[in-house]
């Protein structure tokens, strides 16, 4: 990556982290993702916050892309952004990423025998 | 360890490395539960047995998920294999009804080092909401993920 590019990733990356560096924001992501759209009621059920708080999550949340509200009816729903992006591809860098960190191990663990 | 190759299709990937150790030490490593459970990462409630299940449990973020770890071929010190579910990382999933990936470990002696060769196949059939939560669940798939926006923004 050149410097111009990495700069833009920083740019592109900054909002997400701040966004995700919070243990309730995490959550609201984890729900959503499997979970399609829900409404800030299913978001905030079993959850120990009020649906403001869930709201305002929710727009930091959408300001860094990572959620958008979409209307079913009457209903607001909020729905996760980054699925498109963990494509196949992703998701097997991810694995092939374990397999690294395994064969490591594995390696360290019989190549230390004497 | 001497770093080798790794090659993925939709479906597969496949991951070659050179251990400076012999194909009988490398083996015993892989399917000994004690051991596979230090590289692995996985404590498995029985011994790998051909055509048995095992159960597995991986802690993550302090919970104990629990999976069933399918073997399928064992040829000592040559094939390893088994189905499993991999990214297993959601407590209270019934795993047993989703599909699984088939992991194949095989061993070649190397001079006096082990090539081992690991190819997981059946990826297209784990369904999207896994992937995706598996990224939310963690934190290298976000690293790998501000990677693909920079890459996508670059374009």
Known sequence: MSTRSLTTAARAGAPIFAALGDETRLRIVAKLSGAGALSIARLTDGEDITRQAITKHLAVLADAGLVRDVWHGRERRWQLELAPLATARTYLDLVSERWDGALARLAALVETDD | ?155
Do not use: C
């Open chain 2, 1 to 155: 360890m001497i770093p080798g190759t790794t090659a993925v299709t939709p479906d597969t990937i496949t991951k070659q490395v050179t251990i400076q150790a012999p194909p009988s030490r490398v083996w015993r490593a892989l399917t000994t539960r004690a051991e596979f459970a230090t590289w692995f990462g996985m404590e498995l409630d029985a011994d790998f047995e051909v055509g048995k299940a095992t159960r597995g449990t991986v802690t993550y973020q302090g919970k104990p998920i629990t999976m069933p770890l399918y073997v399928e071929r064992m040829d000592a010190e040559s094939v390893f294999a088994f189905r499993w579910h991999p990214f297993a990382v959601e407590p209270g999933v019934d795993y047993e009804a989703e599909p699984t990936t088939l992991v194949e470990i095989k061993l070649e002696p190397a001079g006096r080092g082990t090539r081992l060769t690991v190819i997981e196949s059946g990826f297209e059939r784990i369904p999207e909401h896994r992937r995706a939560r598996a990224f939310a669940m963690n934190s290298q798939g976000w690293a790998i993920q501000v990677e693909n926006i920079a890459r996508h923004v670059d374009a």
